[in-house]
Structures are given as C-alpha cells and as structure tokens.
C-alpha cells in the first residue's frame, strides 16, 4: 500500500502563485509516474501534469506554461508550481502515483482563486 499526502491548497487571488506538494509513504513502487490531478466544481476529474521517476515532466495544454511539477525521488514527494492562477483554476487538487497495477490517489487539497 502506498499514501498520498498534499498539503499546500487554499485561498489565493487571481495572478497569485501556490505551491503544492504531496508525500508518499509505504510500498513504493521503484517504477512509477507521479502527478496532479484536479477537480472542479461540477466537473469531472482532470489531469494536469504528471512526471515519472526518470523525471520526465507532462502537461495539460490547459495548464501549460503556468503549472511546473518536480519531484524529489530520495524524499518521496512531488511538486506542482502554480502560477498565473486563474478562477478556474479552483479545484481539489489531487496527487496520484500510478504503477503497472494501479493508481493510488491522495484525499486532496482544495485551491481556490478568488478576489
């Protein structure tokens, strides 16, 4: 079993900047793509940018340019740079860690832009 911990979310006015990490605990798997995931209000959830252990970084177009994911492989956790916030932008972000068997996912952190 693997867990996933974000912190970092919470209120910010539009054109700010926030930063979100998540650690990961327990059975890691060597292998894996780490990443952020968001959900909006009255939407589905999104992929917003992921990056594997190699530390290949992707991106959402949608995000591109303004989101900037990193990770630390010795420290277990992975990033996400927001800036340029957007209103909607607001969403639960969540951290996911995806292997051959699976996809675990963390509770979540909710970000919210608004003046």
């Known amino acids: 079993q693997v867990q996933l911990v974000e912190s970092g979310g919470g209120l910010v006015e539009p054109g700010g900047s926030l930063r979100l990490s998540c650690a990961a605990s327990?059975?890691?798997?060597?292998?894996?793509?780490m990443g952020w995931w968001r959900q909006g209000p009255g939407k589905q959830r999104e992929w917003a940018a992921s990056?594997?252990?190699?530390?290949?970084?992707n991106y959402a177009d949608s995000v591109k340019g303004r989101f900037t994911i990193s990770r630390d492989n010795a420290k277990n956790t992975v990033s996400l740079q927001i800036d340029s916030l957007k209103p909607e932008d607001t969403a639960v972000y969540y951290c996911?860690?995806?292997?051959?068997?699976?996809?675990?996912w963390g509770k979540g952190t909710l970000v919210t832009v608004s003046s």
């Open positions: 996911g860690l995806v292997w051959s068997s699976g996809t675990y």
């Open positions: 327990g059975s890691i798997p060597r292998i894996n793509t």
């Open positions: 990056i594997t252990s190699g530390g290949s970084a």
